[in-house]
């Protein structure tokens, strides 16, 4: 259950990021241009595609952990962190293509549907909320502390 608060955590923080990258007119294209291409794809094929990079980046942390308890914390930091990063571009962006084809699926709707009324409770509980309130306060002190700097740079 930690691993994946940790997933979503890291994809919170990550995913106002990615959104800038993407309209990126390079990046833009590119994607257009694979949805087109996966939009063509069956419902066993789409699950193909989103499992397969998973099925590939989830070993690639337990490189980075072992890199970690060996005494390579950087190596083991940069595997886990470029494994992430990864993993949630490709990965949630195949994820949201291909979830109408994947819904056909009648086990993994009723998983999707399970996962989502979970997300929803977790959501609803105080230390998330206590953690949603804290992440927003953190927010606004890094921007304050921005423009403070921004406006000591310009003196």
Do not use: C, N
């Amino acid at each position: 259950m930690v691993y994946f608060l940790l997933d979503a955590l890291a994809y919170w923080v990550v995913r106002p990021v990615l959104r800038r990258i993407a309209q990126v007119p390079v990046f833009a294209r590119l994607s257009r241009w694979a949805g087109a291409w996966i939009a063509g794809l069956g419902p066993y094929p789409s699950l193909a595609l989103v499992l397969v990079p998973l099925a590939l980046l989830e070993p690639a942390k337990l490189v980075g952990a072992w890199l970690l308890a060996t005494g390579q914390p950087l190596a083991g930091a940069a595997v886990i962190a470029g494994t992430e990063l990864v993993k949630i571009v490709l990965v949630e962006r195949l994820f949201h293509i291909t979830k109408p084809k994947l819904l056909t699926i009648g086990w993994f709707a009723r998983g999707y549907g399970w996962v989502i009324a979970w997300l929803d409770w977790l959501k609803e509980t105080a230390p998330y909320r206590a953690a949603r309130r804290l992440l927003r306060w953190l927010r606004r002190v890094a921007r304050r502390i921005v423009l403070m700097v921004r406006r000591a740079v310009r003196r």
